[in-house]
């Protein structure tokens, strides 16, 4: 037995030297871990843990162009730590390249949507792909801080509060949402999302109010799409109308310029709005999780709204990626 065992290991072929497996042992074993949980002894003398690459939160949130980036360029080209060395100078593309695809390969679990599909957010149209952010938005006088937490590979919850400073009450209300990642496709660049949102009768609210939605994001080239259509019912009436968001938008270096129409249809078909939102996101962090937006919501038809053009920005804190002291 024990020589047939040896004679089968000598005829077998030897394993290639450029594998993704055999290179992550070499380079990334020593942090990570063989299994890619970093359980390894040189953890413990780590300036920060290394992170658990099999854990589907982690490996799944980003691009693989991203994890490229930092294996080629080492941790502190996007403010990470120190402790992850850059492999560019070398490694060959290829090789890089084999080592993320085995890294990412230790989430096995295929509900998790991979971070190709998380495009940069809009103004108006819901993110499909569910996120652990903090988003700061001003639409005139108008501001909202969302909550957004994300529970395995397909849920979220999200908190809205509102204030409004035009000389009234400055509370505005509260919103809770409900988000369901339904279908995603990495081939068809295609992700699409469920959610409901309802506010109670607080602060400027009235009377309940709740919407279901049907968010999707797409990228068939080098233009993102992204888009939502919302049904709103209204506590005594029911069935308020329908509101359609459709954005397009093209990255430029740290740069996504978007533009989005809002169609708005009150039940009955009278009094459609539509309007176009210019807008350019923009990267602060070198890591990302550190965003903005900045652009104009202007009226195109319908009954014109009092006032005319409106400010429209956000600030966006990604704390899923990493804390907000870090990745600077």
Same mark, same amino acid.
């Not at 991979?114 to 005139?140: C, Q, S």
């Given at each position: ?35 890619? *949980? ?6 413990? %003398?780590?300036?920060? =843990?290394?992170?658990?690459?099999? $854990?589907? #939160?982690? &490996? ?80 005139? *006088? ?6 957004? %937490?994300?529970?395995? =590979?397909?849920?979220?919850?999200? $908190?809205? #509060?509102? &204030? ?92 996504? =310029? ?71």
């Amino acid at each position: 037995m024990l020589t047939t065992t040896l004679l089968l290991s000598l005829l077998a072929p030897p394993q290639r030297a450029d594998t993704g497996q055999v290179l992550f042992g070499k380079w990334c074993g020593s942090c990570h871990g063989a299994d890619g *949980r970093g359980g390894s002894k040189t953890m413990t %003398r780590l300036e920060v =843990p290394a992170a658990d690459l099999a $854990a589907c #939160a982690n &490996s799944t949130a980003e691009t693989e162009e991203r994890w490229v980036g930092i294996v080629r360029n080492g941790g502190s080209a996007y403010g990470l730590s120190i402790d992850m060395p850059a492999f560019g100078e070398n490694a060959t593309a290829e090789q890089i390249r084999a080592v993320v695809r085995y890294a990412r390969g230790f989430c096995a679990d295929r509900r998790w949507p991979p971070g190709e599909l998380n495009f940069p957010r809009a103004f108006l149209a819901e993110k499909a792909f569910p996120e652990n952010e903090l988003v700061l938005t001003e639409h005139a *006088r108008a501001q909202e801080l969302i909550y957004e %937490r994300r529970f395995g =590979p397909s849920m979220q919850i999200e $908190a809205v #509060a509102r &204030s409004v400073f035009d000389g009234g009450s400055v509370f505005g209300g509260v919103t809770g949402a409900f988000k369901y990642n339904v279908y995603h496709n990495l081939d068809r660049r295609l992700i699409a999302s469920l959610g409901a949102e309802a506010t109670p009768p607080i602060g400027r609210q009235d009377l309940w109010e709740g919407e279901t939605y049907l968010a999707f994001g797409a990228r068939p080239g080098a233009v993102v799409m992204q888009g939502e259509a919302i049904a709103t019912w209204e506590e005594g009436t029911g069935f308020a109308g329908f509101t359609v968001n459709l954005g397009l938008g093209h990255g430029v270096g740290r740069f996504v =310029p978007q533009l989005e129409g809002a169609w708005t249809i009150p039940r009955g078909g009278s009094g459609q709005t539509l309007a176009l939102v210019p807008q350019l996101w923009f990267r602060l962090s070198r890591l990302g999780h550190v965003a903005g937006s900045l652009g104009v919501e202007l009226p195109a038809a319908g009954p014109q709204p009092r006032g005319g053009p409106k400010l429209i920005a956000f600030l966006l804190w990604d704390f899923g990626d990493a804390p907000l002291n870090r990745g600077w």
